[in-house]
């Protein structure tokens, strides 16, 4: 079974910065991503990471300011988010990513999600 937890998130004002955690029990050497929602609109893509942490993605409107890692001796998911933004306001999930299912992009192509931890952004 395997399960996701995040943790690591809060208030901050436009221009701070959080570190997002995701821990990860079960089948652990898998992509992983982080995915957020914010009121009223759907589910986007935030940023992914491969199973060794070698190669990674980003969505454009978080390029240069989001960095996701991985510890995988701890089995632990990283977001830090730096330069945040009132528009960063949402639930950040994490997710595991099916083997072999193709673009880190579409939420479809993850089976297994954590709860989700609310980082709220005040201008």
């Known amino acids: 079974q395997v399960q996701l937890a995040e943790s690591g998130g809060g208030l901050v004002q436009a221009g701070g910065s959080l570190r997002l955690s995701c821990a990860v029990s079960?089948?652990?050497?898998?992509?992983n991503a982080w995915f957020r929602q914010a009121p009223g609109k759907e589910r986007e893509f935030v940023a992914a990471?491969?199973?060794?942490?070698?190669?990674?993605t980003y969505a454009d409107s978080v390029k240069g300011r989001f960095t996701i890692s991985r510890d995988n001796a701890k089995n632990t998911v990283y977001l830090q988010m730096n330069s945040l933004k009132p528009e960063d306001t949402a639930v950040y999930h994490c997710?595991?990513?099916?083997?072999?299912?193709?673009?880190?992009?579409?939420?479809?192509?993850?089976?297994?999600w954590g709860q989700g931890t609310q980082v709220t952004v005040s201008s």
């Open positions: 990471i491969n199973w060794n942490g070698d190669s990674t």
């Open positions: 997710a595991r990513k099916r083997k072999y299912s193709g673009s880190y992009q579409l939420d479809n192509n993850y089976d297994y």
């Open positions: 079960g089948r652990t050497f898998s992509s």
